[in-house]
């Protein structure tokens, strides 16, 4: 078993596109995904129901992380949980971090079968060492 990862986005395009890359990263195993994404008409948006279903797909008990893009994602998310068993929801983090770079953190982790709290971890840090390194950048140009 290993974490589930669920990614919500108002753009399925986006979510898929970031899963996609955050794949490649990956030689072993693929931990388990779920893309939420988009209404159901293909539109822009978020539908808590397919997040509640994207969650319980990819639970096996050892957590679920669910990587969000923009500030309505975030209350779709947290009302999904409100519609999961409490066991599972208990298990369950919505992160705060980057979707693209936090992604990728969260799916190289997730494959090695890290715990919940590593994977979270991991992906609430990836944009450490950009902002570390733009950040230097900046001070020279000024």
Do not use: W, Y
Request: net charge negative; with cysteine.
């Amino acid at each position: 078993m290993s974490v589930g990862i669920v990614v919500v986005s108002h753009s399925r395009a986006l979510a898929e596109g970031a899963v996609d890359l955050a794949t490649q990263m990956v030689t072993t195993t693929q931990p388990r995904l779920a893309v939420a994404a988009g209404t159901a008409d293909g539109g822009l948006g978020t539908d808590a129901m397919a997040i509640q279903a994207a969650i319980e797909q990819v639970d096996e008990g050892d957590g679920v992380l669910v990587m969000v893009d923009l500030g309505s994602a975030v209350m779709s998310a947290e009302m999904a949980l409100e519609f999961c068993d409490p066991d599972l929801a208990e298990r369950v983090v919505v992160s705060s971090a980057p979707l693209v770079e936090g992604l990728v953190a969260a799916v190289v982790r997730a494959a090695q079968d890290a715990p919940l709290a590593t994977v979270v971890r991991d992906a609430e840090q990836a944009l450490d060492a950009k902002k570390k390194h733009l950040d230097r950048v900046l001070t020279r140009q000024n």
